[in-house]
């Protein structure tokens, strides 16, 4: 199982998103996402879980913690995380739910590393360029025994 994961993107989305997320299965946007419609263009290529990031207007469908169980894992998507400092709510919620990888956005900046035996993952930024900006998404290969993370640069 394939999954795009993209966050950041202010109410842009890259054309070239569409290509770089052909044939995955499922498709994650970890908040920050600018206009509902968006999401609307991502479900035309694939089902999208998409979270509530702190520069989105509170009185969309979107909430700020989705559980999805893919590919025999638990993902967690929140757009805020630090992964050495949960916040109380998200240490809550791991739990309650017991992801086995956590999703974010916010810091523009790709991250992945495991802590405690779960993953923490960030996409990086997919908004507009902008100078000193490295625009990317990324698609996460679910095999049995590992996730693989390929980042794509924008």
């Known amino acids: 199982m394939r999954i795009g994961v993209i966050s950041d993107t202010h109410g842009h989305l890259d054309p070239r998103v569409r290509e770089l997320f ?11 996402i600018g ?3 968006l999401v609307l263009d991502l479900e035309e290529i694939a089902p999208v879980t998409a979270v509530l990031g702190n520069n989105d207007d509170p009185g969309t469908e979107f909430r700020e913690i989705e559980i999805v169980e893919l590919g025999g894992r638990k ?3 929140h757009h805020i995380v630090d992964p050495l400092q949960p916040s109380e709510r998200l240490q809550q919620a ?3 739910h017991a992801p086995d990888v956590v999703v974010f956005g916010h810091t523009h900046k790709t991250f ?6 779960r993953l923490y993952f960030n996409p990086g930024y997919a908004g507009k360029a902008r100078e000193g900006a490295v625009r990317t998404v990324a698609v996460l290969s679910l095999e049995p025994s590992a996730i693989e993370v390929d980042y794509l640069e924008l």
Do not use: T
């Open 112 to 117: 992945h590393e495991v802590i405690e035996g």
């Open 22 to 32: 052909q044939g995955v299965d499922h498709i994650f946007h970890a908040g920050d």
């Open 75 to 77: 993902f967690l998507l």
């Open 35 to 37: 206009y509902a419609s």
């Open 94 to 96: 791991f739990l309650h």
